[in-house]
């Protein structure tokens, strides 16, 4: 018989609220959330999180809850501990070195501050390692995802030597050069912990061998790594583009446009995703291909996220002011070149996915990206990606797309050109072709990668 399975993450796959005694499950946001809930729902998998609200902490004191078809334990963590784990360590230097996105010159300031946000990190991983140990059934397969649980394997093999455990990286991961921004004693534990695990997946071998080079180079070992890409869940997608609320909107966005032709991105609103640069690309082709303005609009919608940090805050006035200028350029009365939507509706994403003529993905460097393979599934005019070589998704996508390197501007507007201009048995194969790349591969097929793995190490 297979061996029972237990999940763990920071963000899990039910929030609550409370009203008045009871307690409220639904279904968690996030990409995460998303890709993996409908693997494990209606199973026995028990998914242990962390809670991130005071009804998700009274949830806590319940143990397993079953909502949505969802075994949840949710984890109380003190809020100190917690404010300084996620975003003084996870958020503010593991994620930031995994993307390359620290102005090295001026940060990070790793000082005294820091050890005590480290240090809460570990209580973090601690406090997961007991329930974790506590709950999972004899013999379990635990499927630890992301970095924010990076110390886990060791501490669940102290406590708990009969279980099997697997870490995985949505995320890329950080070359020994970028490793070395930290200090040595905590980058040693770091990678100590993470190779402590019976195996470490990545979605792209680039990212395996940048958590290989890290582990040898400066911590001496030899870790048990495998690649395994997620893969959206096409009846699911599919599922949202045919309902009611997604139909209206579609219509909404054809009386919006016209015969304009449309540029669509949907990201987190998240510095790796290189909104500001992809801007730039655009205002790029309005300068250079004259005939081409007031013929397509660029629609960004955007989800707030991680506001907690002060870069995160500061990047989105950013998007807003860098949109306002380049509209201020160009716009002409019933015309505005960028359309901005910074507010998380799922249903009108899907609804600008199923519309769109270009898709664009950027990103500076993404450890996979879902809306790549999302849209495609979706969309109903054979429209074209241009997509990041930094995207873990590159891999699979690639021949299909229009590959673009993220840093330079002129090659993303060119792009993007070249997008809207391909005919249309062109924009046909290639979108047929997309199609059937995003479909060759589902999250069942990544779930049992992961248990396969289990088994090694
Ligand atoms: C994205 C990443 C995941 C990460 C998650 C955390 O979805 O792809 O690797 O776990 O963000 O986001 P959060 O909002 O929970 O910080």
């Given at each position: ?31 995460l ?13 028990v998914?242990?999180?962390a809670?991130?609200s ?17 075994r ?27 993307h ?72 890329p ?64 997608i ?62 960004a ?52 996915l ?11 460097r ?9 849209g ?47 005919d ?34």
């Amino acid at each position: 018989m297979a061996a029972p399975v237990v999940l763990v993450s920071n963000r899990g796959p039910l929030s609550f609220r409370e009203d008045g005694d009871e307690l409220i499950a639904t279904r968690g946001g996030g990409g995460l959330v998303s890709g993996l809930a409908p693997l494990v729902a209606g199973t026995d998998t028990v998914w242990i999180a962390a809670a991130l609200s005071d009804a998700d902490r009274q949830a806590a004191s319940r143990g397993v809850i079953e909502a949505d078809g969802i075994r949840a334990r949710t984890l109380a963590i003190d809020s100190t501990v917690m404010t300084q784990a996620y975003d003084g360590v996870c958020n503010s230097m593991l994620w930031f070195l995994y993307h390359g996105l620290h102005d090295l010159s001026r940060r990070p300031v790793i000082d005294k501050g820091f050890r005590v946000a480290w240090e809460a990190y570990r209580r973090y991983n601690r406090a997961f390692a007991d329930v974790v140990a506590d709950e999972s059934p004899d013999g379990a397969v635990v499927l630890v995802q992301d970095y924010h649980l990076a110390l886990l394997g060791p501490l669940l093999r102290e406590k708990r030597p009969d279980l099997a455990t697997v870490h995985f990286s949505h995320t890329p991961f950080a070359p020994p050069h970028l490793m070395r921004v930290l200090p040595h004693d905590l980058a040693t534990e770091l990678l100590v912990g993470m190779a402590g695990h019976n195996a470490c997946g990545f979605h792209s071998d680039r990212w395996a061998r940048d958590f290989r080079n890290s582990c040898e180079e400066i911590a001496g070992i030899t870790p048990t790594t495998f690649v395994a890409p997620l893969a959206p869940d096409a009846d699911d997608i599919r599922g949202v583009a045919s309902s009611d609320r997604c139909q209206a909107e579609t219509e909404a966005i054809d009386t919006d446009l016209g015969d304009r032709r449309l540029i669509v991105r949907v990201d987190r609103i998240e510095l790796s995703k290189n909104l500001l640069r992809g801007f730039r690309a655009y205002d790029t082709m309005l300068q250079d291909r004259p005939d081409l303005r007031e013929t397509v609009v660029f629609r960004a919608l955007g989800y707030p996220s991680r506001e907690g940090l002060p870069e995160y805050l500061a990047y989105r006035a950013e998007i807003e002011s860098l949109a306002a200028v380049i509209n201020h350029r160009w716009a002409t009365p019933g015309w505005n070149p960028i359309e901005l939507d910074l507010v998380d509706d799922f249903p009108k994403s899907v609804a600008h996915l199923r519309r769109y003529d270009v898709l664009m993905v950027n990103p500076i460097r993404d450890g996979l990206n879902l809306v790549a393979m999302e849209g495609p599934l979706v969309n109903e005019r054979d429209g074209a990606v241009v997509l990041s070589r930094e995207a873990g998704v590159h891999d699979a996508l690639n021949g299909a797309v229009h590959s673009v390197n993220p840093f330079d501007i002129e090659d993303q507007a060119l792009a993007l050109a070249a997008a809207l201009d391909m005919d249309a048995a062109t924009r046909a194969s290639r979108a047929a072709e997309l199609r059937r790349r995003a479909e060759a591969r589902n999250p069942s097929d990544w779930l049992s990668d992961q248990l396969a793995a289990s088994q090694e190490g």
